[in-house]
């Protein structure tokens, strides 16, 4: 690798990082560094991950991977050809940028990846002590303990899987493959929950990167390059080196007028002046003010922004001064280079409390000339509550309050009768009167900062355009309530139950009211107009719950929850002597039914549902008339008894894996829905009408597949009797005895999958 291309070298950015992990530079052998989100990996770079930390790594070829704790890899090669990157973010990428050629030494732990489609002279291999998995786009999890052996879950497209001096054994979707530490190979099926977890980390990943750019990707290739460079260097005769070490020193100078790729913090590296190339202000305000719907997580870091420049280096060069907030922290305050400049002038501990001030009030207090460093110090001195009522006033009014150092009480007196004339000095002016609704607005952002939930002023603030009304005041004070984390064992008498229509349609309960929308169609609801108690995570824990003053004339009760719903113990729902009531216990996220827990319902219809994976494993559902259990994704049943008077109703948009599940005898109806249907160890009652609805439906009109040796081809879009399926306790193996017992069973086709 002598010439220009061949020694160009691809780049791993650090897009996240959570807990403690360690990188070792190649040539720093003893000398281990804490990583760092925005670090840059090159070519024979390791990281080790440490136990409960995890790293989010996307490579320049457009490849996510996260790595779990207790893993430790080594970027063995990495070379990638150059691209013009043009105005291209990773998350636009559906194939890598350009050719590149991969190694990735797996000493130990896991991997999950997420590829780019390479191109057709490009190479992606990943070693490992029993064996290399080559790619070319897909996504996977690899599992490596030298001492046991190695776990592959492929689920989506093929990975090739080489041990050492054997052939190739192709890993398609949905398949796994365990190798022995003595290299015994054997397949299997992929576990729901591996196969969720996959997703959820790739999904992560892939929000986490979402807004780099191609351009601070190409900078980073340009860095890993120049390290290379220098790494070669150092192995060639004392001759070479100093004529070398000139060249690499000139293109390190002509790198530097360049924004600068750094190794950051955690800490949000956001909007500066000088993000663009021009430094016009127009461009600075347009990159500091991303729109809500660019940008739903607002919280995450924007790594590209980390990549592109230290813009709190580049402030401290221009004032002479370290600042007391980072350029990230005033991104989203949209101010002007003046503005900027006099932000800096105040104290650090004046900057560390304004950052957590309301938008609103921080483009105030900036906007006001009159505001010296010394009158900042004295406003934010104040209570929340005295600067609330002191915002309310106009410039002046409040300017000459700071200036005269009016005593606090003396502020909340006299403001809380609109009359201030009796709380200073002779010579201030008459008091400026505020309004019921601005009034309102300022309690409302000290509500929501004392909760924790500033977040949810802001996104209002961002839809209704800074035009607020009752409306948007209602809005926010119930969003604030549906992001709380509610333990219904010790927050009970919080709980705060909500009309259908204030909460569904409620910007901060999206994941739970769109998920109803699908409840609804598929008639598996709690009514129309349901009484609805909300939060960000609930758990509810063993004990007996009388609902019936929440409920009050309404026909049913929704439980939601955006992030996680638990459900732990022996838990009885009821509401009073009423048993016509419906509840609905759903997740906008994921859902967790502990082993072992017992629910119980006096209500008519309970439904249990969740956006992603439902696993029910040792556990009891039971209602009066329904018991209906909804997944979006899959539906893991292991150990299961459920009992209801009139219906059990089962569906998921794709796998439905059922091993062990027990029905009342006298059961009337059963019906099972998803893409593809496994059943093992089920006995359906003789007088229990059995519908199970599947995409492709019945084989040859009428059958299910029998039998474990059934391919996953073969198993997809159908009904699988894979083991022990019963009807009346005769097994049913066989299309023969599926004639002989199998009467009370229909297996049709998804109405609407």
């Known amino acids: 690798m002598d010439n220009e291309q061949d020694l160009s070298k691809g780049a791993v950015i650090v897009v996240s990082v959570s807990g403690v992990a ?3 530079e190649a040539e720093m052998v003893d000398t281990p560094t804490s990583i760092k989100q925005g670090s840059v990996l090159s070519e024979g770079d390791s990281l080790e991950v440490i136990g409960g930390a995890e790293v989010t790594l996307l490579l320049s070829n457009g490849t996510l991977l996260t790595v779990v704790e207790k893993t430790r890899m080594t970027i063995g090669r990495f070379d990638q050809a150059p691209f013009e990157p043009g105005a291209v973010e990773v998350k636009d990428l559906v194939a890598e940028p350009s050719t590149s050629k991969v190694e990735i030494d797996l000493d130990f732990g896991s991997l999950i990846v997420k590829t780019k489609k390479l191109s057709k002279n490009s190479s992606f291999d990943i070693n490992s002590p029993v064996g290399t998995a080559g790619i070319r786009g897909t996504e996977f999890q690899l599992g490596v303990d030298p001492s046991k052996g190695m776990q592959l879950d492929v689920t989506e497209s093929t990975v090739a899987f080489t041990p050492p001096g054997g052939s190739p054994v192709p890993v398609s979707q949905g398949q796994g493959l365990d190798v022995s530490s003595t290299g015994t190979m054997s397949t299997r099926p992929v576990a729901p929950v591996v196969a969720q977890k996959i997703t959820v980390a790739n999904e992560s990943a892939t929000q986490a990167s979402g807004e780099v750019k191609l351009e601070s990707v190409s900078k980073a290739m340009q860095e890993s ?140 207090l900036m906007e006001m000339e009159e505001l010296t460093p010394g009158l900042a110090d004295t406003f934010m001195s104040y209570s929340i509550r005295a600067r609330g009522r002191m915002l309310a006033l106009d410039d002046t009014m409040l300017i000459s309050l700071l200036e005269d150092q009016v005593d606090e009480q003396i502020i909340l007196d006299a403001l809380s009768t609109g009359n201030i004339q009796n709380a200073r000095i002779e010579n201030l002016p008459e008091p400026i009167q505020t309004s019921e609704l601005e009034q309102e607005i300022l309690l409302l952002g000290d509500k929501l900062k004392e909760s924790g939930n500033l977040k949810v002023f802001e996104k209002v603030e961002e839809l209704n355009g800074g035009d607020w009304n009752n409306e948007w005041i209602s809005i926010a004070e119930i969003g604030n309530e549906l992001s709380k984390d509610y333990y219904f064992l010790s927050d009970w008498n919080l709980l705060q139950e909500f009309e259908a229509s204030q909460a569904l349609n409620n910007p901060f309960f999206e994941e739970v009211s769109s998920l109803y929308d699908q409840l609804m169609l598929d008639a598996m609801d709690a009514g129309m107009n349901p009484t609805v108690l909300g939060g960000r995570s609930i758990e509810i824990g063993p004990n007996s719950y009388d609902f019936s003053k929440m409920l009050g004339d309404k026909m049913g009760l929704l439980i939601g929850a955006t992030d996680i719903l638990t459900l732990r113990g022996e838990l009885e729902i009821g509401a009073g002597s009423s048993n016509g009531d419906k509840i609905a216990l759903i997740s906008g996220g994921s859902i967790e039914v502990t082993a072992g827990t017992n629910l119980k319902s006096t209500l008519s219809d309970m439904i249990v549902s969740a956006r992603e994976d439902v696993l029910l494993r040792d556990a009891t559902l039971e ?40 029905l009342s ?62 009807s009346g306790g005769n097994l049913m193996n066989n299309r023969t005895s599926f004639d002989q017992f199998g009467g009370n069973i229909s297996i049709g086709k998804l109405a609407n999958p």
């Open 22 to 24: 360690l990188t070792q």
């Open 225 to 364: 390059t120049v390290k290379a460079k220098k790494r070669r260097d150092s192995g060639r005769n004392s001759g070479k080196q100093e004529q070398e070490n000139k060249e690499v020193e000139s293109e390190e100078k002509a790198s530097e007028k360049e924004p600068e790729i750094m190794e950051s913090s955690n800490e949000t590296k956001e909007g500066s002046k000088e993000t663009d190339a021009g430094g016009s202000e127009q461009g600075s305000k347009k990159s500091n003010q991303p729109k809500l719907e660019q940008r739903p997580n607002s919280e995450k870091p924007k790594i590209d922004e980390i990549l592109e420049a230290d813009q709190d280096a580049k402030q401290t060069r221009k004032t002479g001064k370290k600042a007391g907030a980072s350029a990230s922290q005033l991104a989203r305050f949209g101010m002007n280079e003046s503005e900027l400049e006099k932000f800096y002038t105040f104290s650090d501990s004046v900057q560390a409390a304004m950052i957590k001030e309301p938008t609103a009030v921080v483009r105030r």
């Open 623 to 662: 209602s009066v008339r329904e018991v209906a259990v909804r997944s979006l994704r899959d539906l893991q049943i292991n150990q299961v008894t459920m009992n209801a008077s009139d219906r059990v109703h089962l569906r998921t948009s794709r796998n439905l894996d059922v091993d062990g599940l027990q």
């Open 665 to 726: 005898q006298s059961l009337p109806s059963l019906i099972m829905e998803a893409t593809t249907i496994r059943l093992s160890n089920v006995d359906f009652p003789s007088a229990t009408s059995v519908q199970l609805n599947s995409l492709k439906g019945p084989i040859d009109g009428r059958y299910p597949n029998f039998g474990s040796g059934i391919s996953l081809e073969q198993q997809l879009g159908r009904v699988n009797f894979i083991e022990k399926v019963s």
